[in-house]
């Protein structure tokens, strides 16, 4: 894995519970306070399949959506019909019990506890944002597209402008996504998402969580609180879906601060 920013690799850990729900194993010990991960694909016989608009029914959706925020132990989530897009929403109120679903946006911040923040990923980047000291945390969507529109950049920029944070004091990890051996592309996307590294000749396969590292990096996170995960969406063995693999089904990135 060729990873940016000199970035840590880590291995997400599956925890016992109800849900298949993978955590990032240092952050549990440094933050017990917080709420961090990414859902799991579950059995073959019971997909723990979280996405809205896919093949399962609703009903049976929702009532995966209840577990999580049962198993998270929080009373609020919050989701979003993702664009691919940089624009992304302070919530700085929770809102009612049960989940909220808006429009339109990939990413969302907040100081507030007891909120599940969720982003829809199916090979794209999950990217976490914590301010331990102040417990101001921030998840934002990193597909390719996302990633050149500088979604990441943003949310960085808006949390140091909506809670006067600096971007050295931020974590980041990039959670489970297919990774630079499984992600071909074409050299407009290498272009976009690496603009500081040579652009190949011909269609390659892409480190999108480098990218990301790379382009955290430059707007002042410190590499060394920089982590990605080492779980590739396409060619592990199974524990989360795929979308270039073949599925339409979804898991969620989530955080959240306990209350």
């Excluded at 399962?56 to 999580?68: A, E």
């Amino acid at each position: 894995m060729s990873i940016g920013a000199a970035a840590r690799v880590i291995t997400e850990e599956l925890i016992p519970g109800d849900i298949p729900l993978w955590i990032h194993p240092d952050w549990a010990s440094m933050f017990p306070w917080l709420i961090q991960g990414t859902t799991g694909s579950g059995t073959p016989e019971s997909p723990f399949d979280l996405g809205l608009s896919g093949r399962q029914p609703v009903g049976m959706v929702l009532n995966r959506w209840v577990r999580l925020r049962d198993e998270c132990g929080v009373s609020a989530a919050v989701h979003s019909r993702q664009v691919h897009g940089a624009d992304l929403l302070h919530h700085e109120k929770a809102p009612p019990p049960g989940l909220t679903i808006l429009e339109g946006v990939d990413g969302h911040m907040t100081s507030q506890p007891d909120l599940l923040l969720t982003v829809s990923v199916a090979d794209c980047v999950p990217v976490s944002l914590v301010a331990p000291d102040s417990r101001i945390i921030a998840l934002a969507h990193g597909g390719w597209r996302g990633t050149a529109a500088g979604i990441l950049e943003r949310t960085i920029e808006s949390l140091v402008d909506f809670f006067a944070i600096r971007a050295q004091d931020l974590w980041m990890h990039c959670g489970p996504a297919i990774c630079d051996q499984c992600y071909e592309v074409g050299t407009d996307v290498h272009a976009a998402v690496n603009p500081y590294r040579p652009v190949p000749t011909g269609p390659e396969p892409i480190d999108l969580r480098g990218g990301l590292a790379d382009r955290g990096a430059r707007v002042g996170v410190d590499a060394a609180r920089i982590t990605v995960s080492s779980h590739c969406t396409k060619c592990g063995p199974g524990e989360f879906f795929s979308h270039r693999g073949g599925s339409s089904a979804r898991q969620m990135g989530i955080l959240g601060v306990r209350a």
